[in-house]
């Protein structure tokens, strides 16, 4: 199955659990997770408040972003019910409030990274 800017959906959804992964295997998670927070952002014209450049600095974003494109992943399989990419776009809309919310903490700007704090 082929999408949009060379995204395919041509196996399982992949979960990665962040906190157990390998840094090397990490590297490579987020190389993947990158390309499609690419099309993701172009796709549905998100900016900056919503996912900042820097959003592989921010744990909880990793995470949604994450998430989400293991939705994505199981909404478009070939098995997929027809009702499974409108329960994306359900999720979707909260993962944004959550990405906007997360972000609005961060603190980071079109321009600029704010490291987080540890507690």
């Known amino acids: 199955m082929r999408f949009e800017e060379d995204l395919y959906v041509d196996e399982d959804p992949r979960v990665v659990c962040w906190k157990d992964i390998n840094s090397t295997d990490e590297q490579v998670e987020l190389r ?10 172009g796709r549905y014209h998100l900016d900056y408040k919503t996912i900042p450049s820097c959003w592989q600095q921010h744990g909880s974003l990793v995470e949604e972003l994450a998430a989400l494109r293991t939705m994505w992943e199981g909404s478009f399989q070939d098995d997929a019910a027809p009702s499974d990419a409108i329960a994306f776009h359900r999720e979707l809309d909260a993962s944004l409030r959550r990405l906007r919310e997360w972000n609005s903490r961060s ?13």
């Open 107 to 119: 603190g980071c700007s079109r321009t600029t990274h704010r490291a987080q704090l540890a507690e």
């Open 32 to 41: 993947r997770l990158d390309e499609w927070v690419n099309w993701l952002t």
